[in-house]
């Protein structure tokens, strides 16, 4: 079945540091791509998304590229601040039933 | 913010007793999810909607019912709680195929 992999966490970073956090997945088909974020307490955000090949999503500084080859979605940050600290998780969909496939999520930490 | 909001957001239960948590969407997005989030296994589907009077299960479905009788209220109902259903169980509301999905800010359940 389909299904993602994520890095296994914590991360904990120095403010200003680069951020990658890898996700791969498996699909039979063509999926598309998510990044989510769950903050403190809360619920998750979509932080950003592609939905085919080659495609980079961004938001807030946060980059990532659907890499079919090598069936990667990584997440990078040039510069991360002490307010990204969150949970990250990686996803999927695919096919017209709209559910989603997570990852099991990676906390990051930042400190100042 | 997606107009999403769940009921009760904090319950403690007794194992053996019924509980149904609530989920209430003002969006009117065709697709409700209910998933529960437990540590290491990230976010898994329990039940999803396509539509009013329309329902299917997801990965870990066993213990639980749901139900949508109108466009913006999905149920999801424990019929007789048990300990292993102790998690934090988040609404999820998606408009169009393999769209992103909105979540809302969850309900912590406790069955003692």
């Known amino acids: 079945g389909d299904s993602v992999t994520q890095m296994e966490g914590p991360v904990t970073l120095s403010e200003e540091a680069f951020l990658t956090i890898n996700c791969t997945y498996t699909?039979?088909?063509?999926?598309?791509l998510f990044w989510y974020v769950q903050y403190p307490g809360e619920g998750l955000q979509l932080l950003l998304k592609?939905?085919?090949?080659?495609d980079k999503g961004s938001n807030k500084g946060f980059e990532a590229t659907y890499r079919k080859e090598t069936t990667s979605f990584h997440l990078e940050k040039g510069s991360v601040q002490v307010s990204d600290s969150a949970v990250y998780f990686c996803?999927?969909?695919?096919?017209?039933?709209?559910?989603?496939?997570f990852g099991t999520g990676t906390k990051l930490q930042v400190i100042p | 913010d997606a107009g999403i909001t769940q009921s009760p957001r904090h319950k403690v239960t007794e194992t053996g007793t019924p509980v149904t948590l609530r989920c209430h969407q003002t969006e009117n997005h065709r697709y409700m999810y209910w998933y529960r989030q437990d540590p290491g296994h990230g976010l898994r589907l329990i039940h999803y909607?396509?539509?009013?009077?329309?329902?299917d299960k997801g990965e870990v479905s066993d213990g639980y019912s749901v139900s949508r009788s109108k466009t913006e209220d999905f149920l999801l109902t424990l019929e007789s709680a048990t300990s292993s259903q102790t998690s934090v169980y988040f609404c999820?509301?998606?408009?169009?195929?393999?769209?992103?999905?909105?979540f809302g800010p969850g309900t912590r359940l406790t069955v003692l």
């Open positions: 999820a509301i998606s408009e169009i195929a393999q769209s992103e999905q909105f």
């Open positions: 699909a039979t088909g063509y999926p598309s």
């Open positions: 909607s396509y539509g009013v009077k329309d329902t």
């Open positions: 592609a939905t085919k090949a080659d």
């Open positions: 996803a999927l969909s695919i096919g017209g039933y709209q559910k989603v496939t």
